[in-house]
């Protein structure tokens, strides 16, 4: 059973810098594609930025020249870099996976991230 985890979040100060892990386990295959996602209080869940195995990324407009996606193939471990961080960017972050021949989305449990003085 795929399983996504999760690590890094936390506390930071407007102006700081937080690194995201999420290590996807129990498939034999490695993610064709994984993600970061995030959820502020009363708004919807967002994309943050995403990854193919190749290495292409997109961004939200919100979080670019920021925020820097990139993944270890032989860890199946996608990380997300985070710059310059402001309070709009306080939101519970959740990795995202997709498997070849399956359009089923993987999830992981979620890391708050606070940005605040």
Known sequence: QVQL???GGGL???GG????????????????????YRQ???KEREL?????????????DSVKGRFTISRDNAKN?????????NAEDTAVY???????GST????????QVTVSS
């Open 5 to 7: 985890v999760e690590s």
């Open 94 to 100: 959740y990795c995202q996976a997709n498997y070849v």
């Open 40 to 42: 502020a209080p009363g």
């Open 17 to 36: 810098s937080l690194r995201l892990s999420c290590a996807a386990s129990g498939s034999a295959f490695s993610p064709t594609a994984m993600g970061w």
């Open 48 to 60: 943050v930025a995403r990854i193919t195995r190749s290495g292409s990324t997109n961004y939200a």
């Open 104 to 111: 089923r989305d993987y999830w992981g449990q979620g890391t």
């Open 77 to 85: 471990t996608v990380y997300l870099q985070m710059n310059s961080l």
């Open 12 to 14: 930071v100060q407007p």
